[in-house]
């Protein structure tokens, strides 16, 4: 069945420093491709999405390219702030239902 | 921009108790999801409904569990009698048509003792 499988946490960085989140996934036909944050007690909020291969999908200075050829779509930011330390989760939509990685918890120290 | 709100934002209840979360779906979307986050795990799939029956469910989805869409605007789940184990952040998601509408509320944190 449809999946997703992200690296593992915590990932802690200093502030300014470059952050990626490995993601992989595997599915059927044709998903679409997505990044959630989630803040401490907070919800899930879409930070970026890509709908066909070699989209990019780019917010708040973070970006992910979706490549078919090795089913992946790694999260990355070129200069982490300490307000980006929250819960990152790969995600894929499928025939309207979502499959979530397991996210992984991000820390940026000062 | 339009939202999905839920509520209560948290719900403490008691196991063996019947409980009902709420979510306010964004008004012209026609398709709305549960889902459900244990602490520290993935978020899951529980159901979907459209056209106001349930068009797709898994299996976590047992008989405990319901949907309604009562009036109109409201969309709600139901567990009949809670366990320990249902103790988890459950989200309401709406959407119009095709992938790109989907909106995830803010989540329901439910903690059954």
């Known amino acids: 069945g449809d999946s997703v499988t992200q690296m593992e946490g915590p990932v802690t960085l200093s502030e300014e420093a470059f952050l990626t989140i490995n993601c992989t996934y595997t599915?059927?036909?044709?998903?679409?491709l997505f990044w959630y944050v989630q803040y401490p007690g907070e919800g899930l909020q879409l930070l970026l999405k890509a709908t066909k291969a070699d989209d990019k999908g780019s917010n708040k200075g973070f970006e992910a390219t979706y490549r078919k050829e090795t089913t992946s779509f790694h999260l990355e930011k070129g200069s982490v702030q300490v307000s980006d330390s929250a819960v990152y989760f790969c995600a894929l939509n499928n025939f309207n239902k979502f499959y979530f990685g397991s996210g992984t918890k991000l820390n940026v120290k000062p | 921009e339009p939202e999905v709100t839920q509520t209560p934002s948290h719900q403490v209840t008691q196991m063996g108790q019947e409980v009902i979360l709420r979510c306010v779906p964004i008004s012209n979307h026609l398709y709305f999801y549960w889902y459900r986050q244990i602490l520290g795990q993935k978020v899951e799939f529980l159901v979907s409904?459209?056209?106001?029956?349930?068009?797709?469910k898994s299996e976590i989805f047992d008989d405990q569990f319901s949907v309604e869409r009562p009036d109109g605007s409201n969309f709600t789940l139901k567990i009949r009698s809670t366990k320990l184990e249902d103790s988890a952040m459950y989200f309401c998601?709406?959407?119009?048509?095709?992938?790109?509408?989907?909106?995830f509320g803010s989540g329901t944190r439910l903690t059954v003792v």
């Open positions: 409904f459209y056209n106001n029956e349930i068009s797709e």
């Open positions: 599915a059927t036909g044709y998903p679409s």
């Open positions: 998601a709406s959407r119009t048509i095709g992938q790109g509408g989907y909106t």
